[in-house]
């Protein structure tokens, strides 16, 4: 079955910085990318994905790359400001089967 | 448009009790998933409904979770009897055609 691995598990930056964060996956038949930002003790929300089809998608500072060759997908958050610190999931899926399989995830702490 | 919406949001309860989660889906979403998040780890998909039918519950620990979708509509998962190790947070998430998963706010589970 699928395996998404991600890092790192943490991210420390500084206001105003840029925060990039990796994953890789196993399943070439993987279609659809997306990735969910996780507040303490709140719901995973969706920020952005991206399908295979496309290599790179943006939506303001949010931006997600994917090299389908290596296997492999980031988040770009442009513009780092203390409100996008939360915990950052990707995840990968076959869309005929539509299970998501998520990354351990990433710690983002944005300093002011 | 309303979010999925789960009850109860706490649930403090001994191990070797029985325990049952409640989940209402976004009006007109086909497809419901049940995932577990361990603290610090990605959520895990336990079950995967489309309407009132199992479309993958692989990682679903049968001899004591069950779940059901009767009617297509809400959902309810059980824990019977449950162990130290459920303790978790269950999230409850819906789609429609398309691979957008919307989480609802979870359930917390102690084990005691």
């Known amino acids: 079955g699928e395996n998404v691995e991600q890092h790192p598990s943490t991210l420390s930056v500084q206001e105003g910085d840029s925060a990039v964060i990796k994953c890789t996956y196993s399943?070439?038949?993987?279609?659809?990318f997306p990735w969910y930002k996780q507040e303490l003790g709140k719901r995973p929300q969706l920020i952005i994905d991206i399908r295979s089809n496309v290599g790179e998608k943006k939506d303001q500072r949010i931006a997600v790359t994917l090299n389908k060759t290596a296997k492999h997908f980031s988040l770009h958050i442009t513009e780092t400001q203390p409100e996008d610190s939360a915990v950052y999931f990707c995840a990968a899926s076959n869309s005929g089967f539509q299970k998501l399989v998520f990354g351990t995830g990433t710690r983002l702490l944005v300093s002011p | 448009e309303a979010g999925v919406a789960q009850s109860p949001r706490y649930k403090i309860i001994e191990k070797r009790q029985s325990v049952a989660f409640w989940c209402n889906p976004i009006?007109?979403?086909?497809?419901l998933y049940w995932y577990q998040q361990i603290l610090g780890q990605g959520p895990k998909l336990l079950i995967q409904f489309q309407n009132n039918g199992v479309v993958d519950d692989s990682q679903l620990p049968k001899d004591r979770f069950s779940a059901e979708r009767l009617k297509g509509v809400d959902s309810t998962l059980k824990i019977q009897p449950a162990k130290l190790e459920d303790s978790a947070v269950y999230l409850c998430a819906s789609s429609s055609q398309g691979e957008t998963q919307y989480f609802g706010p979870g359930t917390r589970l102690l084990v005691l």
């Open positions: 009006s007109g979403h086909a497809t």
């Open positions: 399943d070439s038949a993987s279609n659809y």
